[in-house]
């Protein structure tokens, strides 16, 4: 797997879990602190979360961080 795909499959399960949980993106770039658009990017795959990043994600959305990759 190229790292392109690998991140556009982490955003893409980053946007299920988030749609799950009902937050819009909007919602959810406000609650990480980040911009919306800059939130959007990482749901296309378009950048690279760092650690602390994912493990916000997974704290608001209520699951480990393992469960960001399970894809």
């Known amino acids: 797997m190229q790292q392109n795909e690998f991140q556009i499959k982490l955003g893409q399960q980053i946007a299920k879990l988030r749609k799950q949980k009902k937050f819009s993106q909007v919602e959810f770039a406000y609650m990480l602190d980040k911009e919306k658009q800059n939130y959007n990017k990482l749901e296309k795959g378009k950048t ?24």
Do not use: D, Q, R
Not at 55 to 63: D, E, G, R
């Open 48 to 71: 690279n979360p760092t650690s602390w990043t994912l493990y916000k994600i997974a704290a608001l959305l209520n699951v480990t961080v393992g469960e960001l990759f399970e894809f």
